[in-house]
């Protein structure tokens, strides 16, 4: 399966690591599918983060975004990359296991099946139980429910 998204690309120099984490979680909240900050270096050797924030190709969509991403950044400039990207059907359901719900998203395609609990779910059982993220997957694979 294919679809098309929009990649906004911006650099910002003057931004704390604070205020990019800040922008970065607002975004995700008010519905980018993703986004990510890679170092980079600007001219004059200043460093400086790359900002990708990845939303729908729709008009509306991208205009809204853009908007968001000046009112959580310093940036004075978007560039706007229009992408086709080949992707797997995903579904997502929920397991009612001894240790309270967890969910599991699951994805297949292009000859490939495969799953994945969600992390909220089980950094919920880790916590409680006092053991790790991969004893709290374990569990949840060994109590058989499927």
């Given at each position: 399966?294919?679809?098309?998204?929009?990649?906004?690309?911006?650099?910002i120099?003057?931004?704390?690591?604070e205020?990019?984490?800040?922008?970065?979680e607002?975004?995700?909240?008010?519905?980018?599918?993703?986004v990510?900050m890679?170092?980079?270096?600007?001219?004059?050797?200043?460093?400086?983060?790359?900002?990708?924030?990845?939303?729908?190709?729709?008009?509306?969509?991208?205009?809204?975004?853009?908007?968001?991403?000046?009112?959580?950044t310093?940036?004075?400039?978007?560039?706007?990359?229009?992408?086709?990207?080949?992707?797997?059907?995903?579904?997502?359901?929920?397991l009612?296991?001894?240790?309270?719900?967890?969910?599991?998203?699951?994805?297949?395609?292009?000859?490939?099946?495969?799953y994945?609990?969600?992390?909220?779910?089980?950094?919920?059982?880790?916590?409680?139980?006092?053991?790790?993220?991969?004893?709290?997957?374990?569990?949840v694979?060994?109590?058989?429910v499927?």
């Amino acid at each position: 399966m294919k679809d098309r998204v929009c990649e906004f690309e911006c650099n910002i120099d003057d931004m704390t690591a604070e205020e990019l984490a800040f922008a970065a979680e607002q975004l995700m909240a008010h519905g980018a599918r993703d986004v990510s900050m890679t170092p980079i270096q600007m001219k004059k050797g200043r460093p400086a983060t790359m900002l990708t924030v990845m939303t729908s190709d729709e008009e509306d969509e991208k205009q809204r975004m853009a908007g968001l991403i000046f009112k959580y950044t310093t940036t004075i400039g978007i560039r706007e990359v229009i992408s086709e990207r080949y992707i797997l059907d995903r579904s997502e359901k929920t397991l009612d296991t001894p240790y309270g719900p967890v969910r599991v998203k699951e994805v297949s395609g292009y000859g490939v099946s495969r799953y994945k609990y969600e992390y909220e779910d089980l950094a919920r059982i880790a916590s409680e139980r006092g053991i790790s993220l991969a004893e709290a997957r374990k569990l949840v694979e060994e109590s058989g429910v499927k």
